[in-house]
């Protein structure tokens, strides 16, 4: 028997393990007030005996859930609500989370797909590469900052509600699309600074903005039936995952916000 | 009117007596310089006096001198400034240039003198006796437990105290240049150096490339803004990871890898397409505070499976508590970098205004740590203009663990200073990406030569600690009382807590 050292309990969570309990190739965890190291240490461990699905129940607040896990068949369900950088450096596993998402959900996330069914902090999808991230909610500032493309990575983020300020600033490519559909904000469908310094990917809003919104480096499209055509698929699918009406989120019509050069600051200097 | 005011800096005159007309400046020249029609014919305006024509012309024609055309003298504006002037008024644009910063700021480590043993304490000769080097980067315990070794005495208990460092074999690493920045061949070049020396070299923001694997434990993997290239395998490959805050040739500001600098290779690496700008936001945007570093630190540690996190800052004003900060945020080591730290490409007004010395970071740093207690929880790299073993030793009593190495390591390679990384025409085959210029570079050749460097610096520094009358850099480390200042002022002194000579 090896002798436990017991620890205090650290930033309001108590570290010990998390009681697991295996049925089949279904884990649940009762992550209630344990540090996230340890639930998290918990997760890897599951899916390393070959569990394919982890059950995080009474979830409050733990950190990196999902955080830089690999394998394409994995799922974790989250039931309460996660903390922040949830999934980021993530490369494959679905995670679904039943209630709200703070920030950084998708930080520098390589593939896999994210479901909250709620509303989602500030930070999302930054740097994202690949992979799906679908919030049924409101988001906050920041959201899909410098999403980029690579190969046949293509990262998509798609917000059911409204967004704060900043909405694709540094977009480098991918899909960012926010609908308006549901929403305890007040004011318009987005903040300002909606794709500033974009140089790739697309960014396209269930409505209208106003120019003011927009960076300077964005070109204002009405998106055309052949691009609602093309959206129709992804539009199926999200609201097949969180709820909505897909006829319903199409029966507007969209906004495309595409970079005008690939090279914004191709012409900025100048050197002796 | 003249399309341009700006005259040739550099005059290049070739002694067409001593030509061979074998037209090799016309292809060594990655500024084009050249036209060959019978003998070569340099057009002046495009030179960079980067001597690459010179060093490899057979007859040894070629003379490079500076264009000097009498301007009327004028200490205040000077020639630089005036032309300056001349350019932004052509194009409007930015005034962009390379390496550090080149004004004639105070040189705190000219003016600090290491001390020597004389009659009242023996010195020490490291040829003949064993003189230790060795550095541990990374956390230190806050106390240690040994247990009995059976012969009397006590050695460290196992898994105490240093489990999760790195260990160097000199106080010397390589400093982040990105591969974009410079060729691949640069990288192989260091990473193969690396790994002969025991020491590190660092990725910079631009990903790690594949044939760098084999050397991955002596490679430290960057995560800057851009997040270029990071990825979980990226992160475990690494022997440690740097979170970028700062740069000390542009603290402040992202950087623009041009669209023409990103070939294929340098796309797959950093995982973006070819030929668009990489674009590093200014700020990392998930971190806006102290909380946020510290999330992404351990965020970093989750999906690496907890490999030392260091984080590099440019050194600025407060610089001594954002330090402590950053230790308290978990950070296994800080990265300072002075404002004479090199960069591929800059605008000049930031390289050359922005920022405090390396010196003075150091000492206000290590003594902000030590006042608070904190200072074994983190190492200190330094670095931002290291020129010499001296400066390494001067750094090292100043109270840094590590020092490393950019502009040096570039020299070694052949870099002749003439700032112009951001053309991305480097006739030396450093900072391009452009085939015919890159392969000029064979990476065992500059491995042979950044191995050479790094042992003679290394064997420099073992002969300062001998005649300090140390057996091991340990002792230097953070004793500035084995340092005098010389025509400093009181103040500045009593900042980096040394004394002036004659105390």
Not at chain 1, 112 to 131: E, K, N, P
Not at chain 2, 46 to 66: E, F, W
Not at chain 2, 175 to 199: D, Q, W
Request: aromatic content about 6%.
């Amino acid at each position: 028997m090896t002798t436990m050292t017991i620890k205090g309990p650290i930033e309001g969570y108590l570290q010990m393990e998390p009681s697991v309990s295996v049925e089949g190739d279904v884990a649940t965890i009762d992550c209630q007030s344990i540090y996230y190291k340890y639930v998290n240490e918990a997760v890897r461990r599951c899916f390393a005996d070959g569990v394919k699905t982890v059950k995080l129940i009474n979830v409050n607040g733990q950190r990196y859930i999902g955080t830089g896990i690999k394998g394409k068949d994995l799922r974790i369900e989250v039931h309460g609500t996660p903390g922040q950088d949830m999934a980021m450096l993530m490369d494959g596993p679905t995670v679904e989370v039943y209630g709200n998402a703070q920030d950084g959900v998708g930080n520098t996330m390589n593939a896999g797909t994210v479901i909250v069914h709620g509303s989602a902090g500030d930070v999302l999808g930054y740097g994202m590469r690949g992979g799906r991230v679908f919030i049924k909610g409101d988001v906050g500032y920041r959201v899909g900052i410098h999403m980029k493309a690579y190969e046949d990575l293509r990262p998509i983020m798609v917000c059911g509600g409204k967004a704060r300020d900043f909405f694709g600033e540094y977009m480098a490519g991918g899909l960012l699309v926010l609908l308006g559909m549901e929403s305890r904000l007040e004011g318009p469908l987005v903040g300002g600074y909606v794709g500033t310094g974009m140089h790739g990917g697309e960014i396209v809003l269930r409505g209208e903005v106003e120019p003011w919104q927009v960076g300077k480096e964005c070109g204002i499209f009405t998106a055309t039936e052949e691009e609602m055509a093309a959206l129709r698929p992804l539009l199926d699918e999200y609201c097949s995952a969180v709820g909505f009406d897909v006829d319903e989120v199409m029966s507007v019509p969209f906004t495309r916000l595409v970079p005008i050069s690939h090279r914004p600051y191709g012409k900025l200097y100048t050197y002796l | 009117m003249p399309t341009s005011l700006l005259q040739p800096e550099f005059r290049v005159d070739i002694d067409y007596n001593k030509c061979h007309k074998c037209g090799r400046c016309v292809q060594q020249c990655g500024w084009g310089v050249y036209n060959f029609n019978e003998r070569p014919i340099p057009d002046d305006s495009k030179c960079r006096a980067c001597h690459r024509c010179v060093t490899y012309c057979p007859a040894h024609c070629i003379t490079i001198r500076k264009n000097d055309l009498a301007l009327r003298e004028n200490a205040n504006w000077t020639a630089g400034l005036r032309k300056a002037v001349w350019r932004q008024a052509e194009t409007g644009g930015v005034m962009l240039t390379g390496m550090g910063n080149d004004k004639p700021y105070l040189n705190i480590f000219d003016h600090l003198v290491l001390d020597a043993c004389q009659v009242t304490n023996p010195s020490i000769d490291p040829l003949r006796e064993p003189m230790e080097l060795r550095t541990y980067l990374g956390r230190k315990p806050d106390s240690v437990e040994v247990v009995p070794d059976g012969n009397g005495g006590v050695r460290l208990a196992e898994g105490a105290g240093i489990a999760n460092n790195i260990k160097l074999d000199t106080p010397l690493i390589f400093s982040p240049m990105s591969y974009g920045s410079v060729s691949l061949n640069v990288h192989k070049s260091l990473a193969m150096a690396a790994e002969r020396c025991g020491i590190l070299m660092n990725t910079g923001e631009g990903g790690l490339h594949a044939d760098l694997y084999p050397y991955q434990d002596h490679v430290i993997v960057q995560v800057a803004s851009g997040r270029f290239g990071v990825n979980p395998e990226y992160l475990q490959r690494g022997a440690a990871i740097e979170i970028k805050v700062g740069q000390g040739a542009k603290p402040g500001i992202g950087g623009h890898l041009p669209g023409e600098k990103i070939n294929k290779e340098v796309s797959t690496t950093r995982m973006i397409p070819q030929g668009s700008d990489a674009i590093s936001p200014a700020p990392h945007h998930d971190i806006y505070s102290i909380e946020d570093l510290r999330q992404l630190i351990y965020s970093l540690k989750e999906a690496s499976g907890y490999k030392p996190v260091g984080v590099k800052i440019a050194a600025v004003h407060n610089v001594a508590a954002i330090a402590s900060g950053i230790v308290r945020a978990g950070a296994d080591y800080v990265y300072l970098d002075g404002f004479k730290g090199g960069t591929g490409a800059a605008p000049q007004v930031i390289r050359d205004h922005i920022g405090i010395p390396i010196e003075i970071a150091i000492a206000v740093v290590d003594q902000r740590l030590r006042d608070e207690g904190i200072r074994n929880q983190a190492s200190i790299v330094a670095a931002g203009s290291i020129r010499s073993s001296a400066d390494m030793a001067k750094a090292l009593a100043l109270g840094a663990d590590v020092v490393a190495i950019g502009s040096a390591a570039l020299m070694a390679l052949g870099c002749h200073m003439c700032q112009g990384c951001h053309t991305g025409c480097c006739s030396w085959g450093l900072t391009t990406q452009k085939p015919e210029l890159t392969r000029r570079v064979d990476p065992e050749w500059g491995a042979e030569r950044l191995t050479n460097l790094v042992h003679a610096w290394s064997h420099e520094l073992q002969e300062i600690l001998g005649a300090l009358g140390v057996n091991a850099v340990e002792s230097l480390r953070g004793s500035r009382e084995r340092l005098r200042a010389i025509g400093l002022d009181a103040q500045t002194c009593e900042i980096i807590g040394v004394k002036p000579a004659g105390m």
